[in-house]
């Protein structure tokens, strides 16, 4: 099993900047993408970014400029930078990993941005 444990969430201003971060434990080997995703009340999850294990990045059009995902292999943790924050990115984001074909979610985090 893989625990994860996301912070940094809030309410912030548009155009401010939050970092998530998501720090996952268990067994964690063989965990190879993160990801994170967000949903919006009454809408579906979506993918916002996702970073394999050999660094490569996607990012979902909307957000391309303004978001970066990295992450740190020696503490397991995945970080979202998010920058020029808009309204519409207000939404419970999730943290996702992936170890042996299986997926594993965090909590979520609320990020809200006010107009």
């Known amino acids: 099993q893989v625990q994860l444990v996301e912070s940094g969430g809030g309410l912030v201003q548009a155009g401010g900047s939050l970092r998530l971060s998501c720090a996952a434990s268990?067994?964690?080997?063989?965990?190879?993408?993160m990801s994170w995703y967000r949903q919006a009340p009454g809408k579906q999850r979506e993918l916002v970014a996702a970073?394999?294990?050999?660094?490569?990045?996607n990012y979902r059009d909307s957000v391309k400029g303004r978001f970066t995902i990295s992450r740190d292999n020696a503490k397991n943790t995945v970080y979202l930078q998010m920058n020029s924050l808009k309204p519409e990115d207000t939404a419970v984001y999730y943290c996702s990993v992936r170890r042996l074909s299986k997926d594993y979610w965090g909590q979520g985090t609320q990020v809200t941005v006010s107009s």
């Open positions: 970073i394999t294990s050999g660094g490569s990045t």
């Open positions: 268990g067994s964690i080997f063989g965990i190879n993408a």
